[in-house]
């Protein structure tokens, strides 16, 4: 139950602070991607702060020998450049510069009820999904009795 109450606040806070700098509005995004025209740099600040908050975070939680809520401490493994990796940044950045949305914003902006956000929400998902199945039929057989666990995708 302290896992599920921390996610919640957790999430409320990451939500407050999308809308607070202005995360959700897309043309506040195009236009802090939009370099060579009218250019918005107080995005730029935003991501500055995010990455000073993170920093300091990653630091403290590296230092805890367990986490506060859960068994144990699930860091990646995974450390290598590779064609998935490069191919997702690529998506990633070609759907929030042509559409001004990245998950965490979407999924915030769910509460406006606008079509345009309910139908890049419900594109994310099955963008997901599909990630999920193709990953799952491209890996090796599990163990008998192993199911692998489905993985969450998000950037």
Same mark, same amino acid.
């Given at each position: 139950?302290?896992?599920?109450?921390?996610?919640?606040?957790?999430?409320?806070?990451?939500?407050?602070?999308?809308?607070?700098?202005?995360?959700?509005?897309?043309?506040?995004?195009?236009?802090?991607?939009?370099?060579?025209?009218?250019?918005?740099?107080?995005?730029? +600040?935003?991501?500055? $702060? *995010?990455?000073? %908050?993170?920093?300091?975070?990653?630091? &403290?939680?590296? =230092? !805890?020998?367990? /986490?506060?809520?859960?068994?144990?401490?699930?860091?990646?493994?995974?450390?290598?450049?590779?064609?998935?990796?490069?191919?997702?940044?690529?998506?990633?950045?070609?759907?929030?510069?042509?559409?001004?949305?990245?998950?965490?914003?979407?999924?915030?902006?769910?509460?406006?009820?606008?079509?345009?956000? +309910?139908?890049?929400? $419900? *594109?994310?998902? %099955?963008?997901?999904?599909?990630?999920? &199945?193709?990953? =799952? !039929?491209?890996? /090796?057989?599990?163990?008998?009795?192993?199911?692998?666990?489905?993985?969450?995708?998000?950037?």
């Amino acid at each position: 139950m302290k896992a599920i109450l921390s996610s919640l606040v957790a999430g409320l806070i990451f939500g407050g602070g999308l809308l607070i700098s202005g995360m959700t509005e897309t043309q506040k995004v195009q236009g802090f991607l939009d370099i060579f025209g009218d250019w918005d740099p107080s995005l730029a +600040i935003v991501m500055a $702060a *995010a990455l000073v %908050v993170a920093f300091f975070g990653f630091i &403290l939680a590296r =230092r !805890r020998a367990t /986490p506060v809520f859960a068994a144990q401490s699930l860091w990646p493994t995974k450390t290598a450049i590779d064609t998935p990796l490069i191919a997702g940044a690529v998506l990633f950045g070609a759907g929030w510069g042509l559409i001004g949305f990245c998950p965490g914003p979407a999924i915030a902006d769910l509460s406006t009820g606008a079509p345009g956000v +309910i139908l890049f929400v $419900a *594109a994310m998902a %099955v963008g997901m999904v599909a990630q999920n &199945l193709m990953q =799952r !039929r491209n890996a /090796p057989p599990a163990p008998i009795g192993k199911e692998p666990a489905l993985e969450a995708s998000c950037g």
